[in-house]
Nanobody, 115 residues
Framework: QVQLAESGGGLVQPGGSLRLSCTHF????????MGWYRQVPGKQRELVAR???????NYGDFVKGRFAISRDNAKRTVYLQMNSLEPEDTAVYYC?????????WGQGTQVTVSS
């Protein structure tokens, strides 16, 4: 059962931008704090950013003001605007509830930052 579908990844040069989207195919999106996670092969998945039901946001220290998370409850979608991308941001990006991922993981979307 598909619950989450991420999109918007791609190949971008260092310093570039991408906007990721994640749609929740469920009924209670507005009840969840939602987060964006990322994973590099061989490493644990890490939480990049999260946004509460009250739109309060939190970011990983490595974001350094470069990313912005937002949500549209009517569309059951959460976004991640990523600016000033660095090669170290290369990963598969996923969304899920946060800080505990309780939903079925989607396929993720690959972000590659390279010149």
């Amino acid at each position: 059962q598909v619950q989450l579908a991420e999109s918007g990844g791609g190949l971008v040069q260092p310093g570039g931008s991408l906007r990721l989207s994640c749609t929740h195919f469920g009924f209670f999106f507005h009840d969840y704090t939602m987060g964006w996670y990322r994973q590099v092969p061989g490493k644990q998945r890490e939480l990049v950013a999260r946004i509460g039901v009250d739109n309060v946001t939190n970011y990983g220290d490595f974001v350094k003001g470069r990313f912005a998370i937002s949500r549209d409850n009517a569309k059951r979608t959460v976004y991640l605007q990523m600016n000033s991308l660095e090669p170290e941001d290369t990963a598969v990006y996923y969304c899920n509830s946060a800080p505990n991922a309780r939903l079925t993981w989607g396929q993720g979307t690959q972000v590659t930052v390279s010149s």
